[in-house]
């Protein structure tokens, strides 16, 4: 786990500048290689082979030369074959072993990996630089082209050292970021930087991306067909192989541990396989939250005899989201990056890598969301579409909140305007891309006319808004179950783009390594093989896990409901937030008519009150957009910035 970064060209200095903004990623050791044709950096955390692992890192002859992030679960296998191949291994590291199989296959060995990784390759034979990323995106890669020079980095605060890169928002990426949160491709918010997308490799010949590879598929893992004979029995297996795996380590591991059934999982397998207590690291917010969850990650603690840590986020810790921008580089808005930073600073005091349970909702259709979609696809068989509008809306006019609440996450606390957005859905629920961005959105489109500057207005228009965008995802499924469709959008685009981005930056803020079980590459292939109602079962989602797992899971955890992971945003804004929002409003020029207009957001401030929920997630979108703004266009120091809110604006 580390942070790596190069340039096709040679210029040592810069290279150690791009390398030090990376230090957060890599706290144990660091390394520069420079030639005629390309300059490479990488920090280092050391996890495996403490003492042999520095990098880059060659073959036998020199010639091919390689900086790595991330960690190759099968290196072991991988070596000893490479071995009988004739190749010569002088440390224990698994980056030698990527040396060595480029070497023996090319390109084509990053197919044989299992594991998360950013790969950059020098290839002085050929005077090629390969950059290869895993396969669902766990690792970042960005990269940019200037004239006839590309740089590549793991974080993008690394690339802009070099001033050749401008610093200029992307309109449409943008128009993404208020729609969605996220920017769900591979551009950024930076208009001439990218991603590498996952699981791809890029082979660059004198600056310039020669030829591109996809070395693995989602639409070919989800074109295969489904079959009655997967079983829990069989799924436990991968799992248990994919947990174990994962405990490959020369340092102390953790799990953060949330109470649900995904991480509850994990610390019930990894109990089995390790003797010694598990440090286990949860989040508790004010007890007089009711969505304080920390009691149920306490159940699991004590059922395995953990070494438990809790972590109380106070409403200050909002004081730390110009901190949490900073290290994203490109924004999500969502204010779980700010327990995540903190949880994640509390874990490396103890250990250097923990498990979580990201990915377990995408393979196995936990998310709210789908259970709303797949029950809205049964009441539109039940009615015609006039019908259907007119009971919808004698219904939404009478049905109580506690109804009203399990048919549409947290409905009766976004207030009027939650059953006007769950009268909407129903009203349009035949029509399955537009029903998706709603309930995805935090803006209607009416909302995003009235909020965005002419400029952001044409670009989405231009663009014809997202419902074309999203539509060949539902058109082209075939046969397949409109779960699975749901559970291949997210794939593609929600859990590279946003999950793992933010769980990766908050992470390697300290420099604190995650791991993720439940995406392991077979695991989520053998998922798609598994039927919906195995998955989603009426409105028991992760089914098969409940079944699968029924002897490990306490009674209490296995019979939860999904519960999303969200703050107490409105007693965060109301205690620490309120008096800086007027100086944040008046000292952006985001919000005085560049991108989105003022007089829109003096409204929502306004009705702040009488909907937090609904008007506290459109606000921070905002503030989000105008923090990164300030602190990545604006400011003259990106390496340095000012942090403080207070004086940022």
């Not at 280092?44 to 036998?60: A, F, K, V, Y």
């Not at 992307?170 to 930087?193: G, N, V």
């Not at 840590?309 to 004081?319: A, F, G, K, Q, W």
């Not at 397949?480 to 803020?509: C, G, N, Q, V």
Request: glycine share 8%; proline share 6%; hydrophobic share 40%.
């Amino acid at each position: 786990m580390c942070g790596i970064c190069g340039i096709t060209w040679d210029d040592p200095d810069l290279i150690k500048r791009m390398s030090i903004v990376l230090g957060h990623r890599g706290t144990d050791d660091d390394g520069i290689y420079t030639s005629s044709g390309v300059s490479l950096g990488h920090r280092r955390l050391s996890i495996i082979d403490l003492e042999g692992g520095h990098q880059p890192i060659t073959n036998e002859d020199g010639d091919v030369v390689v900086c790595a992030n991330g960690e190759i679960y099968n290196h072991q296998r991988l070596r000893a074959q490479l071995e009988k191949q004739g190749h010569s291994f002088s440390t224990d590291s698994d980056t030698e072993v990527i040396a060595h199989g480029y070497e023996e296959d090319g390109p084509a060995f990053f197919g044989k990996l299992n594991g998360m990784f950013a790969v950059a390759v020098w290839d002085e034979g050929t005077g090629s630089l390969v950059l290869a990323r895993d396969r669902l995106g766990i690792k970042p890669l960005y990269y940019t082209r200037v004239g006839d020079k590309l740089l590549f980095a793991s974080e993008i605060k690394a690339l802009l050292q070099y001033e050749g890169v401008p610093r200029r928002p992307d309109m449409q990426a943008l128009a993404h970021f208020m729609t969605f949160r996220y920017t769900p491709s591979a551009q950024t918010m930076f208009d001439t930087i990218h991603e590498v997308p996952p699981g791809h490799v890029f082979v660059v010949r004198n600056g310039r991306i020669a030829k591109t590879i996809r070395y693995w598929e989602l639409d070919e893992v989800f074109s295969g067909t489904t079959s009655s004979a997967t079983s829990p029995k069989e799924m436990r297996g991968i799992l248990t192989e994919a947990v174990r795996l994962r405990l490959m380590s020369d340092v102390p591991l953790g799990v953060f541990l949330s109470g649900g059934i995904d991480s509850s999982i994990i610390v019930g397998l990894m109990s089995e396989m390790i003797d010694e207590p598990i440090s286990t690291f949860s989040v508790a917010f004010d007890a007089e939250e009711p969505i304080n969850e920390a009691r149920f990650a306490q159940l699991v603690a004590d059922r395995f005899g953990t070494n438990h840590h809790v972590l109380t986020v106070e409403p200050n810790s909002i004081d730390l989201l110009p901190t949490t921008i900073w290290h994203l580089d490109n924004p999500v808005s969502d204010p779980t990056i700010i327990p995540e930073y903190l949880i994640s600073e509390l874990g490396r005091k103890h250990v250097k890598t923990v498990l979580t349970g990201e990915g377990a909702d995408e393979i196995f259709g936990g998310y709210m969301q789908y259970k709303v979609m797949c029950l809205g696809e049964r009441y539109s068989r039940l009615l015609p579409p006039r019908l259907r509008r007119l009971v919808a809306r004698t219904a939404l006019a009478s049905i109580p909140d506690a109804l009203l609440d399990r048919l549409f996450p947290y409905a009766t606390a976004l207030g009027t305007k939650g059953r006007e957005r769950a009268l909407s859905y129903l009203e349009n629920i035949e029509d399955r891309a537009r029903t998706f961005v709603t309930l995805r959105s935090f803006f209607s489109e009416d909302e995003k006319a009235e909020l965005y500057s002419p400029e952001l207005h044409d670009t989405e228009v231009r663009q014809q808004g997202y419902i074309p965008e999203m539509e060949p995802f539902f058109s082209n499924g075939g046969t397949r179950s409109l779960l699975d469709r749901l559970i291949l959008i997210d794939l593609e685009r929600r859990l590279p783009h946003f999950i793992l981005h933010k769980t990766d930056k908050m992470m390697m803020a300290h420099a604190l390594e995650g791991r993720f079980p439940f995406l392991d590459h077979r695991l989520v292939e053998y998922s798609f093989k598994i039927p919906s109602d195995m998955k989603l079962r009426g409105t028991t989602e992760k089914y098969i896990l409940r079944q699968a797992f029924s002897d490990i899971l306490p009674p209490e955890i296995r019979k939860r409901r999904k519960h999303p992971f969200i703050v107490p945003m409105k007693s965060w804004i109301d205690e620490n937030l309120k008096g800086l929002i007027p100086s944040i409003i008046e000292g952006s020029p985001i919000c005085r008519g560049t991108f989105l207009r003022k007089r829109t957001i003096d409204r929502i401030v306004r009705d702040f009150d009488s909907s937090p929920l609904y008007y506290g997630r459109q606000l921070w979108s905002i503030l989000t957009l105008a923090i990164w703004h300030r602190i990545y266009i604006e400011s003259d120091d990106i390496t340095r910035p000012q942090l403080d809110l207070e004086r940022l604006f």
